[in-house]
């Protein structure tokens, strides 16, 4: 009787634990890498990385930074409600010359936590 008792518990726990999972915020990008190509020193470039949320629970972005100092990151500070769209724009400033690869983090309270996205490209030193 104990054996069936504490079967019926852990499958209990596990169909528990399986349905929150479910029921996370979950996002779904359009991309998540993003290539400038050749752009211009001194002028900055902006990314935007679309999402849905296709969880069954709000999505609340509580922080998005960039890897340095020259990517500028805007995010949604209000919940992102299920089915409903936002973006998150990733502006890199174009000081150095040469190529680059940059990363933005995006921690949340979507299924998998934290997100990294890219944006990449090659800056061209600007003509005299």
């Known amino acids: 009787m104990k054996r069936v008792l504490v079967i019926l518990v852990g499958l209990l726990a596990l169909t528990a634990s399986v349905a929150m999972v479910s029921r996370a915020a979950l996002f779904n990008w359009v991309k998540t890498a993003h290539d400038f190509g050749r752009i211009e020193q001194g002028k900055p470039v902006t990314a935007e990385f679309r999402f849905t949320n296709q969880g069954e629970l709000p999505l609340l972005i ?32 174009a000081a150095t ?15 998998g936590g934290t997100m990294t996205l890219y944006v990449k490209g090659e800056v061209l030193k600007t003509a005299p």
Request: charged share 15%.
């Open 62 to 93: 509580s922080q998005a930074k960039g890897s340095c100092g020259c990517t500028g990151v805007e995010f949604p500070k209000a919940a992102v409600m299920p089915g409903a769209s936002g973006v998150i724009k990733a502006t890199f400033n």
């Open 97 to 111: 010359v040469g190529q680059f690869s940059k990363s933005v983090f995006v921690e949340s309270n979507a299924e």
